[in-house]
């Protein structure tokens, strides 16, 4: 007797071409599919693991045409060193409360957001978001997410990063950060609070999304260290001779 299976094709599609939003004068492509279902959250763990990222509910890699330049890192947090600029980083905001929220989009963080994205990113797509844009970045959202406020003292919220939850890691999904305290560096220190999170959860890594070595934008993700890049299929430590000045 034969047994068919119930389960659902998962169907992927690529991208049309698109400007590289990291690296001028290139084009930017994805592979796609869409999270859904009960098996979200095992198909969101598996394609982490292989290099995927996650927008709204949307799983993507690139594959760019005659480019690699983007790679997939995470941190290994337990034996993860902070260098001295990163001690100085956590000393400097001890002060400051960190609390996970449920995914839910509110006028504060949308106010915080929006600041952030005309001092630091006036040029893209996100700084023209409304508060209905957005609340679907925040809540559409098919798997275990939350959203981490970092206050100060008097209670006002300086910085706040979207976080999935994997079975191996936290997965930095989004940060953002009042611009007119860089003296804090609060997206250093973002990343920094999630390695202590998800060692607290016995969690190994920390998913930062991707590596563009050539991009200023996204070069620090390689001062976090041991971390693991995706090369070939295979996770492996990032080593020093991976690690390029943008520009050369």
């Given at each position: 007797?034969?047994?068919?299976t119930?389960?659902?094709?998962?169907?992927?599609?690529?991208?049309?071409p698109?400007?590289?939003?990291?690296?001028?004068?290139?084009t930017?492509?994805?592979?796609?599919?869409?999270l859904?279902?009960?098996?979200?959250?095992?198909l969101?763990?598996?394609?982490?693991?292989?290099?995927?990222?996650?927008?709204?509910n949307?799983?993507?890699?690139p594959?760019?045409?005659g480019?690699?330049?983007c790679?997939?890192?995470?941190?290994?947090?337990?034996r993860?060193?902070p260098?001295?600029?990163?001690?100085?980083?956590?000393?400097d905001?001890?002060?400051?409360?960190?609390?996970?929220?449920?995914?839910?989009?509110?006028?504060e963080?949308?106010?915080l957001?929006?600041?952030?994205?005309?001092?630091r990113h006036?040029?893209?797509?996100?700084?023209s978001?409304g508060?209905?844009?957005?609340?679907?970045m925040?809540?559409?959202t098919?798997?275990?997410?939350?959203?981490?406020?970092?206050?100060?003292?008097?209670?006002?919220?300086?910085?706040a990063?979207?976080t999935?939850?994997?079975?191996d890691?936290?997965?930095?999904?989004?940060?953002?950060?009042?611009?007119?305290?860089?003296?804090?560096?609060?997206g250093?220190?973002?990343?920094?609070?999630?390695v202590?999170?998800a060692?607290?959860?016995?969690?190994?890594?920390?998913?930062?999304?991707?590596?563009?070595?050539?991009?200023?934008?996204?070069?620090?993700?390689?001062?976090?260290r041991?971390s693991?890049?995706?090369?070939?299929?295979?996770?492996r430590?990032?080593?020093?001779?991976?690690?390029?000045?943008?520009?050369?």
């Amino acid at each position: 007797m034969l047994h068919r299976t119930t389960r659902r094709p998962q169907f992927f599609y690529t991208t049309a071409p698109m400007p590289c939003p990291y690296l001028a004068g290139r084009t930017e492509r994805k592979v796609v599919t869409e999270l859904t279902g009960a098996e979200s959250e095992a198909l969101h763990d598996r394609l982490s693991r292989a290099g995927f990222r996650r927008s709204h509910n949307i799983a993507y890699s690139p594959v760019c045409p005659g480019c690699q330049a983007c790679i997939p890192i995470r941190i290994a947090c337990d034996r993860f060193q902070p260098d001295r600029t990163q001690r100085r980083v956590a000393r400097d905001n001890a002060d400051l409360t960190a609390q996970e929220t449920t995914a839910r989009a509110t006028a504060e963080q949308f106010t915080l957001f929006q600041r952030y994205q005309q001092a630091r990113h006036n040029d893209g797509d996100m700084a023209s978001m409304g508060f209905y844009d957005y609340r679907a970045m925040i809540e559409d959202t098919p798997i275990t997410t939350h959203v981490v406020e970092f206050r100060e003292p008097d209670g006002r919220l300086v910085a706040a990063c979207l976080t999935d939850r994997l079975s191996d890691g936290l997965s930095a999904v989004y940060s953002f950060y009042d611009p007119g305290i860089e003296r804090r560096s609060l997206g250093t220190y973002a990343v920094l609070w999630l390695v202590q999170r998800a060692m607290q959860l016995d969690l190994p890594f920390v998913y930062l999304g991707y590596w563009v070595p050539q991009s200023r934008k996204m070069a620090y993700k390689a001062r976090f260290r041991p971390s693991e890049i995706l090369t070939g299929g295979h996770w492996r430590e990032l080593l020093a001779t991976d690690i390029v000045q943008p520009g050369e």
